[in-house]
Nanobody, 119 residues
Framework: QVQLVESGGGLVQAGGSLRLSCSASGFGGDAMGWFRQAPGKERDFVAAINWSGDFKNYADSVKGRFTISRNNVRNTVYLQMNSLKPEDTAVYYC??????????????WGQGTQVTVSS
């Protein structure tokens, strides 16, 4: 049974930081990405990383502020979010299977973790 579980979300003031984690079980590992969905909006790409960690893909809106990384021994991918802005408020989802910015290439999804950035 493949399962992706996000954690680390919460409430933070603008300019603050959070680190999200996504733990995978039921498979050996894959390229993974992060997406986010704000209320009433479509799910948008945030960042992705390949298996070896030597290729990373970032949305322009988060480049320079967010860093994606992974620990393959733990089957865990991380999203370090710095200099957070209110527009970063969303449910953040991890997904496996691609480094694409398009959600259609991903095959498994977590349940999401809420990130709220106050002004």
């Amino acid at each position: 049974q493949v399962q992706l579980v996000e954690s680390g979300g919460g409430l933070v003031q603008a300019g603050g930081s959070l680190r999200l984690s996504c733990s995978a079980s039921g498979f050996g590992g894959d390229a993974m990405g992060w997406f986010r969905q704000a209320p009433g909006k479509e799910r948008d790409f945030v960042a992705a990383i390949n298996w070896s960690g030597d290729f990373k893909n970032y949305a322009d809106s988060v480049k320079g502020r967010f860093t994606i990384s992974r620990n393959n021994v733990r089957n865990t991918v991380y999203l370090q979010m710095n200099s957070l802005k209110p527009e970063d408020t969303a449910v953040y989802y991890c997904a496996s299977g691609s480094t694409s910015s398009s959600s259609r290439y991903y095959n498994y999804w977590g349940q999401g973790t809420q990130v709220t950035v106050s002004s």
